[in-house]
């Protein structure tokens, strides 16, 4: 239970900063700015990490949680407890936000501003190496451990940075699911559902190819 309780707060946080500065942002005019929604993000990601880490290894998204479980680094059995933590944590985020700006319509969805097709092979792309980071620092040695908040928490800001103005840079179905079912504009959210999972199962094989030997 405590780990379900840690990634419900986990992502229940990673949605309420992110999206949001996204609404804030929206309310004030272009206050916080693009480059502001993407370090907000990169931050709370960071954050819930070194906050949640030890307790559930502060997954904070289905698509990572799914990609941890087929290459046989999570128990398969926590899964959908897992999920469900995740995706409740992120509806309550996105009602608070829903009561606290009643008037934003949008909520911090994900969009494509392009074609659907351009936005999927971004988002496809953009988990497959957040992914392979995750791998990397979550697995690696102690010493990449340490810095696995700050490696994790960059490389979100930095693809949200270049990739969100086209795609949004979800890389997280509950990021997107949450905000586009209060909102009701759920026309694009199969891609954020779905390319995510993609990527991240993707960077399995690469992963354990490019990897050095035990």
């Not at 490696?151 to 949450?178: D, H, Y």
């Amino acid at each position: 239970m405590r780990k379900y309780i840690a990634e419900l707060l986990g992502t229940y946080a990673l949605v309420f900063a992110g999206t949001g500065a996204i609404i804030i942002n929206q309310e004030t005019n272009g206050t916080i700015t693009h480059m502001g929604i993407a370090i907000t993000f990169g931050l709370v990601v960071m954050s819930m990490i070194y906050t949640f880490g030890n307790i559930s290894g502060a997954h904070l998204n289905p698509a990572v949680s799914i990609a941890f479980t087929m290459a046989k680094r999570f128990p398969a059995k926590l899964l959908v407890l897992y999920i469900g933590s995740q995706l409740i944590g992120a509806l309550l985020a996105s009602l608070t936000l829903k009561f606290l700006f009643p008037h934003n319509s949008m909520l911090g969805s994900t969009m494509p501003s392009g074609s659907d097709m351009q936005s999927f092979i971004l988002e496809v792309i953009l988990t497959f190496f957040l992914m392979l980071v995750i791998f990397n620092v979550a697995h690696g040695s102690k010493e990449q451990g340490m810095f696995a908040g700050i490696a994790i928490g960059a490389v979100v800001a930095l693809e949200a940075l270049f990739a969100g103005p086209v795609c949004g840079a979800s890389m997280n179905p509950a990021r997107s699911f949450s905000p586009a079912i209060v909102s009701g504009h759920m026309n694009s959210l199969w891609i954020y559902l779905v390319a995510p999972i993609i990527g991240a199962v993707m960077a399995i094989p690469v992963f354990n190819f490019i990897k050095e030997p035990s």
